[in-house]
Every structure is written in structure tokens, then in C-alpha cells.
């Protein structure tokens, strides 16, 4: 019980008080704090500043009058968005897309990264990375062009569709049945590299004692990946998973808006594309906010409770 005291005193002493440690944090990493300050200042002035504007998705917001002059209408543009035809509809395509592109996209970049851990080849493995990283750096915008002309009637895929499995020749983008597969591969082609680099730092950085442990076991290949790979790897792949429910909503509406079109509209609008669509077009602007706001506040409830969850459920979680 001596002993116990002597301890408690001991720790007691050796913790400071928050104010003192502060203080020590700041003159031992003096040098970074600076360097950190135009980090700071960007996101104050370009993501925490503009939030002030959600005030007008409670506002019937009139540019000549500000945001402090123009009419406070309350929840009116929430409730106009919720009885709107649109609501069901975009909401049904933001869930559609986003749970589909879950399924598939997010767990090609694990197995990739799996696979060329695997390679013993140096420059084979060198190679195989530099070419799925490749198309990350290219433009949406180029990407859309080279799909456009791929699945059009007389296009590279089309014709090879056409030949080998009695594909009727159309223009693949005016289809609403091609839509959603051509999002998800074209996605999938774009960032499964660069999305598995992540994953790969993660398995570089397991013990090789534990590889050497499995093996004396008489564990395989297959074994030691479900054995030990896989299982070091898992608090990544949460990690990854609960900020992937944070873009549940967020579907990219740049992409989709260089491929929709008037016969798409009905599978591919999506949240984002109706707030470009009203805020921008429409100048509909404090509808547009509260729209957002609504896309805004589910993301955070989503990554809020998948988090909550997975401290439950694994303890591995991002707070």
C-alpha cells in the first residue's frame, strides 16, 4: 500500500498542469506552429469563413439586400425541398450511386494493393504501380472526352461489345441503363491505384516477425494474408470505411454533370447536380443552400454514427 501511494505521488508530480504543457509543446515545436500557420489561415478564410452563408438557406436571400438585410423565412425552403418532386428522385439516385460505388469501388483498391505486395519483381511491381497511378493525374474532363467517344455507336468499346457478345451498336451515354456501370468502372479505373497507395504503406509497415512467426506455424501464402495481413490491415480499411460514408452524399457532380444529358436525367441527377442546377442556373440560391445544408448535415451524421459504431464494434475509429 506504500508502495501504491509513493506511485500516485510520483505521477502526480511528474504531470504537469495543461497551461505549463502548452507552453512546452510551443517552445519545443516552435518551428512547425509557424510553418502550419498558412494551413490555418487558408482553411479560416476558404472553408470555416464561408459557412456564415449558410445563414441565407433560412432566408428568402436577395443579393441587393445581403445576408443580414434579406427576409428570414425559417425552415420554408426545407420544407419546399422535402414536398418538391425532385426530392425522392434525387435522393433515390444519391443513394443508388453512392451504395453501388461502395460495393464495388471500394474494395478494388485493397485487393490491388494485396496483389502487388505479392510481386517479387521489382520492376514489374514498379511498372504495375506506375500505370494504375497514371490516370489520377488526368482531367475528368479528358477522361469524360475519351468515354464519350469509346461508348459511342462507333466507338472502340462499343464495336468490341458489338462483335464478341451480339451488343447492339448504340450511343452507350444517351442509355439510362449504361449510366451506372459506366460511373462505377470509369471511377474504378481512375482511382484504384492512387486509392491503394494508402493501404500499401499499411502493409509495408507490418512486423515481418509476424510473417516469420505464421510460416514456422506451417502457414502458406493464402494463410498468412488472412492470418496476418488482412488483420494488420483492417484499422486502415475502418478508417478508410467511415471516411468513405462521410461521401455517401457527396456523389461527384462534376463527373456526373460532363455525363448526363437530358435522357440520363431521370437515373443520374443527384443531390449535388440539383444544388449546381438551382444555385447556379435557377440562381435559386437560399433554396440551393438548404438543400445543401440538408446534403451537409447527413454526411456528418453518417460518419458520426459509422465511427461511433466501429469504436463499439472493433475500436479502431477516427476520434
Known sequence: MKRTKEDAASVAVIREPLSKRIGTDWRKYKGLYFLFIPVLVYYIIFQYG????LLIAFQNYKPIRG???????????????????????????????????????????????????????????????????????????VIM??????????????????????????????????????????GIWQNIGWNSIIYLSAITGIDAELYEAAKIDGAGKIRQLFSVTIP?????????????????????????????????????????????????????????????MFNSVVSFLLVWGTNKFSKKLSGSSLW
Open 50 to 53: 464561408p459557412m456564415a452563408g
Open 232 to 292: 494488420c490491415l483492417l484499422p486502415t480499411i475502418i478508417i478508410m470505411f467511415i471516411l468513405q460514408m462521410g461521401k455517401m452524399f457527396n456523389v461527384g457532380h462534376e463527373k456526373i454533370l460532363l455525363m448526363y444529358n437530358p435522357l440520363t436525367y431521370e437515373v443520374a441527377d443527384v443531390i449535388n447536380t440539383y444544388v449546381y442546377r438551382e444555385g447556379l442556373i435557377n440562381m435559386n440560391w437560399s433554396y440551393s443552400a438548404a438543400v445543401g
Open 145 to 186: 472526352s475519351m468515354l464519350t467517344e469509346l461508348t459511342s455507336r462507333n466507338g472502340a468499346i462499343t464495336q468490341f461489345l458489338a462483335r464478341w457478345f451480339g451488343f447492339t451498336p448504340t450511343t452507350m451515354l444517351q442509355e439510362q441503363k449504361y449510366f451506372l456501370p459506366l460511373y462505377i468502372i470509369s
Open 67 to 141: 445576408v443580414w438585410g434579406s427576409k428570414w423565412v425559417g425552415l420554408k425552403n426545407f420544407k419546399d425541398f422535402f414536398q418538391s418532386y425532385y426530392f425522392w428522385r434525387v435522393l433515390k439516385n444519391t443513394l443508388r450511386i453512392s451504395i453501388t460505388n461502395l460495393i464495388f469501388s471500394f474494395p478494388m483498391p485493397i485487393i490491388l494493393a494485396l496483389l502487388i505486395n505479392e510481386l517479387r519483381t521489382k520492376h514489374y511491381k514498379k511498372a504495375v504501380q506506375t500505370i494504375t497511378y497514371l490516370p489520377h493525374f488526368i482531367s475528368i474532363v
